[in-house]
């Protein structure tokens, strides 16, 4: 059983979300998915008829009334935007193509790590994945993982959750979204993607998702 918190950080297509999903159900833990609240705020923006270049001002104004709730359950994590469960459009194409923009814009972040930090002081135990979180939104967390792959094994493993989930997926243009996205994340002025100091690396590249969690259980076990 986990107290307190584990951050997983790292760029999409790490296995992020499968491994950290598994080890909140092995310790009986909370399990939230940041990339996910982000993800809904941009659906907001997109419904509201806003896009990935509206003014910054617009994008704030629709995140800030977004009705968002995190389904912290790791058995059935969801997200409800105004009640409604949307979970699948989240992962479509379109709100993929404008999230790095929206999630770039500084208040928009603000109130989502405020929402985070409740969730987390909520939590008895947790893990929470996304790119801030060891850096940010946790910096005292007892765990911090930074996983990290080569762009051709994330772009590949991305390629492969959108067929499995029914999204047409094809090879080359998810290697250029994970490429785009990488480069947005990494050199927006808020909050960039990056490993805290703190971090433990972790290349995935040659790990299976089965090697990751036996490693991340020992991990938290070490730290007590
Ligand atoms: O993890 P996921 O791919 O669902 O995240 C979607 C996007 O949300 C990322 O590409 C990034 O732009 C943003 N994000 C963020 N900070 C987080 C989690 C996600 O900026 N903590």
Redesign the pocket.
């Known amino acids: 059983v986990l107290h307190g918190v584990v951050a997983m950080d790292g760029p999409?297509g790490t296995g992020?979300?499968t491994v950290s999903r598994r080890l909140a159900r092995e310790l009986q833990a909370d399990y939230l998915?940041?990339?996910?609240m982000?993800?809904a705020v941009t659906l907001a923006c997109l419904r509201a008829g806003l896009t990935a270049e509206s003014p910054a001002e617009e994008i704030t104004k629709v995140a800030l009334s977004a009705g968002i709730e995190s389904v912290t359950d790791p058995a059935a994590p969801r997200i409800l935007l105004e009640g409604e469960d949307v979970e699948a459009e989240i992962r479509g194409e379109a709100v993929t193509k404008a999230?790095?923009a929206v999630?770039a814009v500084p208040e928009v972040?603000a109130a989502l790590v405020a929402r985070q930090q409740a969730s987390i002081a909520a939590a008895s135990g947790i893990v929470v994945?996304?790119?801030?979180?060891g850096s940010v939104?946790a910096p005292d967390a007892g765990l911090k993982i930074y996983l990290t792959a080569s762009e051709e094994v994330r772009a590949a493993r991305r390629n492969r959750q959108d067929l499995r989930a029914g999204r047409t997926a094809d090879a080359a243009a998810t290697l250029a979204d994970v490429q785009r996205?990488d480069r947005?994340?990494s050199t927006r002025k808020t909050?960039p993607l990056h490993a805290a100091p703190d971090a433990l690396v972790l290349d995935t590249d040659e790990l299976s998702v089965e090697q990751v969690h036996t490693a991340l259980l020992a991990l938290v076990e070490e730290r007590g």
Not at 33 to 36: E, S
Not at 129 to 133: P, T, V, Y
Request: proline share 0%; charged share 40%; hydrophobic share 20%.
């Open positions: 999409s992020k979300s998915d940041t990339g996910a982000y993800r999230v790095s999630s972040r994945e996304g790119r801030d979180i939104v996205r947005l994340d909050s």
